[in-house]
């Protein structure tokens, strides 16, 4: 499985972006997908995720009525939409797979910048 995450930037407090991690590969065998990020001399954290199947999502209370991650199964694509971003959300943002019967796969990363 391989992931490419895009739709990162710099914005203003207040603002919106949304990202996106496209899947390719095998991902047939993908459980869920989602999204972690990581704020320099942080620890990588989780923000959000969501069933392949189903749909269930799951989020950071940090995160709450903020930001929403959606799927789209036939373009094997997952979104955030991040609204009313706070100068805290600036992260690398990284999208994971979780694969049935295998490990986790990893994007590369999408750096947010929200200035205040």
């Known amino acids: 499985v391989q992931l490419v995450e895009s739709g990162g930037g710099l914005v203003q407090a207040g603002s919106s972006l949304r990202l996106s991690c496209a899947a390719s590969?095998?991902?047939?065998?993908?459980?869920?997908m989602g999204w972690y990020r990581q704020a320099p001399l942080n620890q990588r954290e989780f923000v959000a995720s969501?069933?392949?199947?189903?749909?269930?999502?799951k989020y950071a209370d940090s995160v709450k009525g903020r930001f929403t991650i959606s799927r789209d199964n036939a373009k094997n694509t997952m979104y955030l939409q991040m609204n009313t971003l706070k100068p805290e959300d600036t992260a690398v943002y990284y999208c994971?797979?979780?694969?049935?019967?295998?490990?986790?796969?990893w994007g590369q990363g999408t750096q947010v910048t929200v200035s205040s």
């Open positions: 994971f797979a979780d694969v049935v019967g295998d490990r986790d796969y």
């Open positions: 590969g095998s991902t047939f065998s993908i459980n869920a």
């Open positions: 969501i069933t392949k199947s189903s749909g269930r999502t």
